[in-house]
């Protein structure tokens, strides 16, 4: 962790330093300095969570499509964030389950390339409901067994143009039982992809350095992007700096960083670059089509279409509350990548219908989210892991609250996890990359078990995580920039990690 702190030092060093010039600026240009919170965030300098908008010259450089001018860019018509597909991980903290009960997982052929029966007992699964005797759901492209609870509450909370849109892709990959210190979190590594927010680059529904219960590797953490917590409402709001009736204007970050990236390259000298920094922020805030964000605009409570997706109080439930809080701030581009997290998802030995019943609640925030995509036509990646799995006990079949016979989840194991990747398109279906092929990266053994020598990332988390990164990327067309964005990651780069890339651009 020395090498953040030291960052986090040299960024406060050169904030310091740029205040100074900005004093000096004011005192030459006539303005006077901001001395309140919302004088400087109308002048565009700070982020609406306080932070000053002077990343460290390190990563702006690294922002290279920051980095090609130095003008005021005043956009008539501005798409808040960075223009990025938003994107949503869901955390299940303690061993949920994905594979089988929920998600068809299959042999090298792909999720239809059948298990034996044995295999689909130790995923939940008895002889009757077997997917080769009850066929498979295609509802979201993504083959899910038909009685599964989290495909119950996918579609209880989408249209059937949203479902049509989707496509997913589902990846048998070990990780370690009922534990944070799995680095499956790939949110930091999304920001540095490019996802970014008007107010915030990431987001998390727990104040963790990943926003969630499981870590993110510590190869792609870097402190500027770490998520801010939103969990309700009112933190939504906060990201704006106030409350009530305010209205917030915008500050972009993308104008800072390329004067900022000007100086560094000797475009223009620092004087400039702080002159220009303050005049920016003045002009952007008294032009008359500067846009504004209002602690309304804000508020998931206040939201006709979350309303409408979670009807009848459902907002004031806590599990549905700081998901609609992570989609108000993500999908609209206020913050550029959240990670929503679901504790107590340690399945063994509790009964079958309140296991199905936390399964239905996650189907329903996945159905939610993409739901609220839809109507805002906007793309959505949504990222589902958990930490570990389980495997059944196939002496204890019971009802699984919902009419159905399954078998009772018995205790925890990490060979039979995985996890999955639902992509939303509003001009299409989403194409996969290689077909029926890319469904399914990795597979299962005919007993249950990941194969792990099956892809890279079968028995490695981290490399699991920068798979995911990888197939952010290649959403933009952009997987030729996988090697800059992680710096030598594990997985590789060119075409040894084709085969990994799941769909085709979408944007």
Known sequence: MSRYREQVRRMEAERLRLEKKIEASCRNSGHARPQSRREFLNRGLIAGVGTVFLPSIATILART????????????????????????GIDQGGGANIAGSNIIVGGPGGQEDFLDADG????????AILPQNVGVNRDFGLAMHPDSALLRGMLSKTSAATRANTNGVVIPARSENDTGNNPHNPIYGIARAGANGEFVATIG??????????????????????????????EAIGLGGGGGDETFPNGRVAEASAILSAMKLGKIDEQQATEALLQCGYDKTTATFNTTVSATDLDPEADANLQAIFPNGELQDGDFRKAAAAMKVVVNGFGGAGTIEYGGRDYHQDPRPETDGKDFVVG???GGALEYAALLNKPLMIYLFSDGAVSADTNRPEDDGN???KFRWRSDNSQTAASAILVYSPIGPPVLRNGAASQQLGHYRPNGNVE??????????????EMVVLNYLALHGEQGMFGQVLNNPGLGTGAAVDPFIAFDPIV
Do not use: W
Request: aromatic residues 4%.
């Open 65 to 88: 499509a920051h980095a090609q001018a130095a003008e005021c860019q005043i956009d008539n018509n501005p798409m808040l964030g960075a223009g990025k597909i938003p994107f949503l």
């Open 120 to 127: 689909y007992a130790k995923l939940g699964l008895p002889q």
């Open 205 to 234: 529904t727990r104040n963790s350095e990943s926003g969630g219960r499981s870590d993110a590797p510590n190869s792609q953490i870097l402190a500027e992007f770490r998520p801010t917590k939103v969990s309700r409402p009112s």
């Open 364 to 366: 329903q925030v996945i």
């Open 403 to 405: 009419g159905t016979t």
């Open 452 to 465: 792990t020598g099956s892809s890279p990332f079968a028995n490695s988390v981290e490399t699991l995580s």
